[in-house]
């Protein structure tokens, strides 16, 4: 007997990039990632290097900036286009490892409240329910006050503070996998249950969970902004795009730019994992993708 379910094969997703939404997503990201692996070539500067001759220069194309510092200066001197280099490595870090960690807590109650059913099921979802009760980053602040600052520290937070979004979310998604013939064909035929959760399971829940991932990332460089921003996210010494902001709004009506510059680059890092998972969502969705087929085929019919 032939089974098929819907197995992700490679060639599905290598064209699902083709989507111009996951395109320039992916475009962006990859940029943020090669400058946070290329900082100390690229940045012109330390990023805690100060001169305290030349605080507050607007950027170089500005009248009274300087070449030597492209983007400008804040308050201390430092050199922003340095320290939104260097701060870039902080926010590829976050935006990697915290969703990761969020999908593979949730995904894991997930897929045991959504095969077993009953009373694991009903339990793990009073728990999601009580926990979503509480808003994310009020949760992400009162952990990382009862923690130090540090970058494995602000990770936790944001995994115990959203791994909620994928555990309801991929809950649903292994209800439905559940309830299909290949399902119940595999546990006829003698499959444990953890085979059919890896072969059968899994496989089916994958685009939907690359896309609530790329998606996460958008989320969890908010909440690390946001961290940074009251002085709860890493060390001091280390840049933020947060800490950033922070700098900037105090000196805001001496000079805009250092305010300006890093939440732009926030509103960018953001705006690409947005689009990554639109683009995903759009091309691994059965249904949107009958419907952009059917626009084209009655397009093509006129």
Same mark, same amino acid.
């Given at each position: 007997?032939? #089974? ?41 500067? #330390? ?42 490595? =902080? ?13 593979? #807590? *949730? ?11 009953? @009373? ?6 009073? =728990? =999601? ?29 944001? =995994? ?26 595999? @546990? ?15 496989? *089916? ?89 059917? @626009? ?7």
């Amino acid at each position: 007997m032939n #089974l098929s379910f819907p197995f992700p094969r490679t060639p599905r997703f290598l064209s699902m990039l083709a989507e111009p939404r996951a395109l320039f997503g992916v475009l962006i990201l990859l940029a943020l990632v090669g400058v946070a692996l290329a900082a100390p070539m690229l940045a012109p500067h #330390l990023p805690n290097e100060q001169d305290l001759v030349n605080t507050l220069l607007p950027p170089m194309w500005v009248e009274g900036g300087m070449g030597s510092f492209p983007l400008g200066t804040d308050a201390l001197g430092q050199c922003i286009l340095s320290r939104l280099i260097y701060g870039a490595r =902080v926010t590829v870090i976050i935006a990697t490892v915290a969703p990761l960690g969020a999908a593979l #807590l *949730g995904c894991t109650l997930a897929l045991i409240a959504g095969y077993c059913g009953g @009373r694991v099921d009903w339990l793990i979802l009073r =728990v =999601v329910d009580v926990w979503m009760s509480f808003p994310a980053i009020v949760l992400a602040l009162v952990l990382m006050v009862a923690l130090t600052p540090s970058l494995t520290n602000v990770i936790a937070a944001i =995994v115990l503070a959203d791994w909620t979004r994928f555990c309801r979310i991929i809950r649903s998604e292994v209800v439905v996998l559940r309830r299909r013939e290949y399902v119940a064909a595999a @546990r006829i035929a003698g499959a444990r249950h953890w085979q059919v959760i890896a072969r059968d399971i899994v496989p *089916g829940i994958l685009p939907m969970l690359i896309s609530l991932i790329s998606i996460e990332m958008g989320v969890a460089v908010v909440a690390e902004a946001i961290l940074s921003f009251v002085g709860r996210s890493v060390q001091a010494d280390v840049p933020t795009w947060g800490t950033m902001v922070a700098d900037g709004l105090q000196n805001v009506f001496s000079s805009q730019w250092g305010l300006i510059l890093p939440v732009l680059c926030i509103v960018v890092t953001v705006l690409a994992t947005t689009m990554l998972g639109d683009g995903l969502r759009r091309s691994a969705d059965p249904r949107l993708l009958g419907r952009a087929t059917h @626009r084209a085929n009655t397009k093509g019919a006129k």
